[in-house]
Protein backbone atom coordinates (compact mmCIF):
# COMPACT_ATOMS: atom_id res chain seq x y z
CA UNK A 1 0.00 0.00 0.00
CA UNK A 2 1.41 3.41 -1.09
CA UNK A 3 1.76 6.48 1.56
CA UNK A 4 -0.96 8.26 0.04
CA UNK A 5 -3.17 5.53 -0.19
CA UNK A 6 -1.84 4.92 3.43
CA UNK A 7 -2.62 8.35 4.89
CA UNK A 8 -6.25 8.15 3.65
CA UNK A 9 -7.53 4.63 5.07
CA UNK A 10 -6.32 6.65 8.55
CA UNK A 11 -7.68 9.56 8.02
CA UNK A 12 -10.75 8.45 7.13
CA UNK A 13 -13.62 9.13 10.16
CA UNK A 14 -15.19 6.30 12.09
CA UNK A 15 -18.89 5.44 10.73
CA UNK A 16 -20.56 6.29 14.03
CA UNK A 17 -21.98 3.59 15.99
CA UNK A 18 -25.77 3.65 15.92
CA UNK A 19 -27.19 3.53 19.47
CA UNK A 20 -29.46 0.90 20.63
CA UNK A 21 -33.02 1.40 20.55
CA UNK A 22 -34.59 0.93 24.00
CA UNK A 23 -36.90 -1.74 24.61
CA UNK A 24 -39.07 -3.36 23.16
CA UNK A 25 -38.21 -3.22 19.81
CA UNK A 26 -40.38 -2.77 17.44
CA UNK A 27 -42.89 -0.21 19.44
CA UNK A 28 -42.75 3.50 18.40
CA UNK A 29 -40.31 5.74 20.19
CA UNK A 30 -42.86 8.63 18.62
CA UNK A 31 -44.04 10.80 21.21
CA UNK A 32 -47.93 11.57 21.00
CA UNK A 33 -49.81 10.03 23.89
CA UNK A 34 -50.33 12.48 26.60
CA UNK A 35 -50.46 11.15 29.97
CA UNK A 36 -54.07 10.78 30.19
CA UNK A 37 -54.23 8.67 26.99
CA UNK A 38 -51.49 6.79 28.74
CA UNK A 39 -53.76 6.19 31.45
CA UNK A 40 -57.06 5.27 29.50
CA UNK A 41 -54.85 2.50 27.71
CA UNK A 42 -53.54 1.20 31.12
CA UNK A 43 -56.68 0.97 33.41
CA UNK A 44 -58.74 -1.71 31.65
CA UNK A 45 -55.34 -3.63 32.71
CA UNK A 46 -54.56 -1.65 35.28
CA UNK A 47 -57.90 -0.47 37.16
CA UNK A 48 -56.14 0.85 40.27
CA UNK A 49 -53.68 2.38 38.36
CA UNK A 50 -53.33 6.69 38.38
CA UNK A 51 -51.53 9.42 37.10
CA UNK A 52 -49.93 9.93 40.44
CA UNK A 53 -48.38 6.15 39.84
CA UNK A 54 -47.46 7.25 36.28
CA UNK A 55 -45.27 10.08 37.71
CA UNK A 56 -43.93 8.03 40.27
CA UNK A 57 -42.76 5.59 37.99
CA UNK A 58 -40.64 8.25 36.10
CA UNK A 59 -39.49 9.36 39.38
CA UNK A 60 -38.29 6.28 39.38
CA UNK A 61 -36.55 5.69 36.04
CA UNK A 62 -38.31 3.37 34.35
CA UNK A 63 -40.02 5.77 31.31
CA UNK A 64 -38.44 9.05 30.22
CA UNK A 65 -41.51 10.95 28.60
CA UNK A 66 -40.78 13.75 26.01
CA UNK A 67 -42.21 17.22 26.92
CA UNK A 68 -44.37 19.46 24.52
CA UNK A 69 -43.52 23.29 23.70
CA UNK A 70 -45.96 23.96 26.88
CA UNK A 71 -44.20 21.20 29.33
CA UNK A 72 -47.16 18.47 29.08
CA UNK A 73 -45.57 15.15 29.08
CA UNK A 74 -46.07 13.17 25.90
CA UNK A 75 -45.58 9.52 25.84
CA UNK A 76 -44.66 6.78 22.91
CA UNK A 77 -45.91 3.41 22.70
CA UNK A 78 -42.57 1.87 23.28
CA UNK A 79 -42.99 4.06 26.64
CA UNK A 80 -46.63 2.28 27.08
CA UNK A 81 -44.80 -1.12 27.26
CA UNK A 82 -42.49 -0.21 29.72
CA UNK A 83 -44.96 0.91 31.57
CA UNK A 84 -47.24 -2.33 31.08
CA UNK A 85 -44.13 -4.35 32.06
CA UNK A 86 -43.30 -2.54 35.53
CA UNK A 87 -47.04 -2.83 36.39
CA UNK A 88 -47.35 -6.52 35.14
CA UNK A 89 -43.83 -7.31 37.48
CA UNK A 90 -45.56 -5.60 40.53
CA UNK A 91 -48.74 -6.92 39.92
CA UNK A 92 -47.83 -10.53 39.08
CA UNK A 93 -44.18 -11.26 40.57
CA UNK A 94 -44.43 -8.71 43.31
CA UNK A 95 -40.58 -7.27 42.12
CA UNK A 96 -39.55 -4.10 43.96
CA UNK A 97 -39.09 -1.32 41.24
CA UNK A 98 -34.88 -1.60 41.40
CA UNK A 99 -35.29 -5.15 40.45
CA UNK A 100 -37.73 -3.89 37.51
CA UNK A 101 -35.40 -1.16 36.76
CA UNK A 102 -32.36 -3.64 36.54
CA UNK A 103 -34.33 -5.55 34.07
CA UNK A 104 -35.53 -2.83 31.46
CA UNK A 105 -31.59 -1.97 31.70
CA UNK A 106 -30.79 -4.79 30.99
CA UNK A 107 -33.83 -5.66 28.11
CA UNK A 108 -32.52 -2.29 26.20
CA UNK A 109 -28.71 -3.33 26.67
CA UNK A 110 -29.84 -6.23 24.97
CA UNK A 111 -28.90 -9.02 27.51
CA UNK A 112 -31.39 -11.79 28.19
CA UNK A 113 -33.91 -11.52 31.36
CA UNK A 114 -34.19 -14.23 33.41
CA UNK A 115 -38.01 -15.02 34.48
CA UNK A 116 -38.52 -14.33 37.77
CA UNK A 117 -41.44 -17.07 39.62
CA UNK A 118 -43.94 -14.45 40.87
CA UNK A 119 -47.40 -15.98 42.35
CA UNK A 120 -49.31 -16.64 39.48
CA UNK A 121 -47.20 -20.10 38.44
CA UNK A 122 -49.75 -23.00 38.52
CA UNK A 123 -52.74 -21.62 36.17
CA UNK A 124 -55.33 -23.59 34.12
CA UNK A 125 -56.89 -21.93 30.69
CA UNK A 126 -55.19 -18.96 31.71
CA UNK A 127 -56.49 -18.64 35.78
CA UNK A 128 -54.31 -19.20 38.66
CA UNK A 129 -56.06 -22.50 40.06
CA UNK A 130 -56.95 -21.59 43.93
CA UNK A 131 -58.49 -23.61 46.36
CA UNK A 132 -62.14 -23.01 47.27
CA UNK A 133 -62.01 -20.86 50.46
CA UNK A 134 -63.77 -23.60 52.06
CA UNK A 135 -61.01 -25.70 51.23
CA UNK A 136 -58.23 -26.78 53.97
CA UNK A 137 -54.49 -26.58 52.41
CA UNK A 138 -51.40 -27.37 54.21
CA UNK A 139 -48.15 -24.56 54.38
CA UNK A 140 -46.62 -27.12 51.55
CA UNK A 141 -49.06 -26.27 48.68
CA UNK A 142 -49.61 -22.78 49.60
CA UNK A 143 -45.88 -22.18 48.85
CA UNK A 144 -46.37 -23.85 45.53
CA UNK A 145 -49.59 -21.90 44.63
CA UNK A 146 -47.86 -18.91 45.73
CA UNK A 147 -44.09 -19.12 45.40
CA UNK A 148 -43.47 -17.70 48.69
CA UNK A 149 -41.42 -19.78 50.85
CA UNK A 150 -42.21 -22.07 53.89
CA UNK A 151 -40.35 -20.13 56.50
CA UNK A 152 -42.12 -16.94 55.07
CA UNK A 153 -45.15 -18.23 55.36
CA UNK A 154 -44.73 -19.61 58.64
CA UNK A 155 -44.05 -15.68 59.75
CA UNK A 156 -47.07 -14.58 58.36
CA UNK A 157 -48.95 -17.55 60.62
CA UNK A 158 -46.98 -16.44 63.55
CA UNK A 159 -48.15 -13.29 62.82
CA UNK A 160 -51.67 -14.22 63.37
CA UNK A 161 -52.53 -13.24 59.67
CA UNK A 162 -53.12 -16.66 58.91
CA UNK A 163 -54.16 -19.38 61.21
CA UNK A 164 -54.36 -23.45 61.19
CA UNK A 165 -56.18 -25.62 62.17
CA UNK A 166 -55.84 -28.77 64.86
CA UNK A 167 -54.44 -30.72 61.76
CA UNK A 168 -52.04 -28.24 60.65
CA UNK A 169 -54.47 -27.20 57.72
CA UNK A 170 -55.24 -23.52 56.41
CA UNK A 171 -58.17 -22.47 54.98
CA UNK A 172 -58.47 -21.93 50.82
CA UNK A 173 -58.63 -18.56 51.11
CA UNK A 174 -55.09 -18.51 53.16
CA UNK A 175 -53.66 -18.55 49.33
CA UNK A 176 -54.32 -15.11 49.30
CA UNK A 177 -53.84 -13.93 52.32
CA UNK A 178 -49.83 -15.35 51.94
CA UNK A 179 -49.58 -13.80 48.39
CA UNK A 180 -50.35 -9.89 49.52
CA UNK A 181 -48.10 -10.88 52.99
CA UNK A 182 -45.51 -11.79 50.61
CA UNK A 183 -45.74 -8.95 48.66
CA UNK A 184 -45.77 -6.49 51.01
CA UNK A 185 -42.75 -7.58 52.85
CA UNK A 186 -40.41 -7.67 49.92
CA UNK A 187 -41.66 -3.84 50.31
CA UNK A 188 -40.30 -4.08 53.65
CA UNK A 189 -43.51 -4.32 55.32
CA UNK A 190 -43.09 -7.04 57.16
CA UNK A 191 -46.21 -9.44 58.55
CA UNK A 192 -46.13 -8.48 62.33
CA UNK A 193 -46.40 -4.60 60.81
CA UNK A 194 -49.97 -6.12 59.53
CA UNK A 195 -51.50 -7.59 62.68
CA UNK A 196 -53.52 -3.88 62.59
CA UNK A 197 -54.99 -4.89 59.47
CA UNK A 198 -56.41 -8.36 60.99
CA UNK A 199 -57.40 -6.86 63.59
CA UNK A 200 -59.49 -4.07 61.48
CA UNK A 201 -61.52 -6.64 60.01
CA UNK A 202 -61.76 -9.04 62.68
CA UNK A 203 -63.57 -5.74 64.09
CA UNK A 204 -65.73 -4.99 60.61
CA UNK A 205 -66.86 -8.63 60.89
CA UNK A 206 -67.90 -8.65 64.13
CA UNK A 207 -70.10 -5.56 62.96
CA UNK A 208 -71.27 -7.34 59.83
CA UNK A 209 -72.21 -10.42 62.38
CA UNK A 210 -74.67 -7.74 64.55
CA UNK A 211 -76.31 -6.48 61.20
CA UNK A 212 -77.07 -10.42 59.97
CA UNK A 213 -77.68 -11.76 63.67
CA UNK A 214 -81.60 -11.21 63.28
CA UNK A 215 -81.77 -13.08 59.89
CA UNK A 216 -79.26 -16.11 60.81
CA UNK A 217 -81.73 -15.86 64.05
CA UNK A 218 -84.44 -17.01 61.80
CA UNK A 219 -82.88 -20.92 61.54
CA UNK A 220 -84.47 -22.00 58.12
CA UNK A 221 -82.27 -22.62 55.62
CA UNK A 222 -83.05 -19.59 53.62
CA UNK A 223 -82.37 -17.33 56.31
CA UNK A 224 -78.69 -18.70 57.04
CA UNK A 225 -78.79 -18.06 52.84
CA UNK A 226 -80.25 -14.92 53.06
CA UNK A 227 -77.53 -13.93 56.54
CA UNK A 228 -74.36 -15.59 54.48
CA UNK A 229 -75.13 -13.76 51.11
CA UNK A 230 -75.74 -10.29 53.05
CA UNK A 231 -72.49 -10.95 54.93
CA UNK A 232 -70.82 -11.29 52.01
CA UNK A 233 -72.07 -8.38 50.80
CA UNK A 234 -71.34 -6.09 53.33
CA UNK A 235 -67.37 -7.68 53.16
CA UNK A 236 -67.32 -6.81 49.90
CA UNK A 237 -68.82 -3.46 50.17
CA UNK A 238 -66.12 -2.48 53.93
CA UNK A 239 -63.21 -3.67 51.68
CA UNK A 240 -63.96 -0.76 48.79
CA UNK A 241 -64.46 1.62 51.21
CA UNK A 242 -60.91 0.79 52.65
CA UNK A 243 -59.14 0.41 49.55
CA UNK A 244 -60.96 4.01 48.51
CA UNK A 245 -60.07 5.35 51.80
CA UNK A 246 -56.42 4.02 51.29
CA UNK A 247 -55.86 5.36 48.12
CA UNK A 248 -56.95 9.06 49.53
CA UNK A 249 -54.31 8.79 52.08
CA UNK A 250 -51.81 8.11 49.98
CA UNK A 251 -52.80 10.62 47.52
CA UNK A 252 -52.34 12.91 50.30
CA UNK A 253 -48.90 12.22 50.46
CA UNK A 254 -47.81 13.53 47.34
Do not use: C, N
Amino acid sequence: MSSTARRTTESRPEEPQEQPRPWPPGASTEPTMSIGAVLAALQPEFPAVRISKLRFLEEQGLVSPSRSGSGYRMYSQADVERLRFALTAQRDSFLPLRVIRDQLEDLDAGRPVESVPGTRVVARDGELVRPRPSARVRAQEIADLTGVSLAEIEEIAEAGLIVADARGRYPGRAVDVVQHAAALARQGISPRHLRTVRTAAERQADTIEQVVAPVRAQRSGAGRERAAARAQELGELYGRLHAELLRAAVDDLD
